[in-house]
């Protein structure tokens, strides 16, 4: 908590509202295409999607809208379940919003959910677990300089995972794994 002299600081030396965080980087856009690149929704047409930490819903409804033959929110926060479930009636798609399941899929999605996870190497052997194989797993957050750092887990034919860096839109294959 602040103190009156810290915010008055603080205040001084930032005077404007923050525009961080605000979600004006998406207005008018697709946050998914911005985040993971224009072909994502041709990557994800047909197929089953695990929306991870889905939260409100709106990334899977928006997955569901663009041709996903099925998509499973998952969050353990029941009341943003709840929430996700009405608007998914209300915007007319066909999800399903759960605390876990055991259901494999082609394509899972985190987005903003990671720096939320108690455990996220935990999250990620989950995440491998719940993957069809040759599954694709990607995974946006704030990294720890601050930056958001978006990845991509695949699993290869050999049922071995693999960790790759996402950049300018582009899912770039590397052995970096941070």
């Keep these: 908590m602040l103190t009156a002299v810290q915010y008055r600081i603080l205040k001084r030396i930032s005077p404007a509202a923050p525009t961080h965080l605000s979600g004006g980087a998406y207005q008018g856009k697709s946050k998914i295409q911005v985040l993971l690149g224009p072909d994502i929704f041709t990557e994800i047409s047909g197929k089953t999607v695990i929306d991870f930490g889905c939260g409100n819903g709106v990334d899977a409804i928006e997955i569901a809208k663009h041709g996903a ?3 499973i929110g998952i ?6 379940l709840l929430h996700a479930r009405r608007l998914a009636t209300a915007e007319g ?9 055991d259901e494999k899929a082609d394509v899972i999605i985190s987005l903003d959910s990671f720096e939320h996870f108690d455990d996220p190497a ?21 990294n720890s ?10 699993r290869q034919r ?3 995972s693999r960790l790759n860096r996402h950049a300018s839109a582009a899912l770039c294959l590397s ?4």
């Design 75 to 80: 969050d353990i926060r029941e009341e943003l």
């Design 175 to 178: 052995n970096e794994v941070r």
């Design 158 to 160: 050999t049922g071995q």
């Design 93 to 101: 798609v066909i999800c399903e919003f759960v605390t876990r399941t």
């Design 145 to 154: 300089t601050g930056t958001e750092d978006a990845r991509m887990l695949s």
């Design 122 to 142: 935990a999250t990620l052997l989950l995440m491998t677990e719940l993957l069809a194989s040759n599954g694709r797993a990607a995974a946006k957050t704030q």
């Design 69 to 71: 033959s099925r998509v």
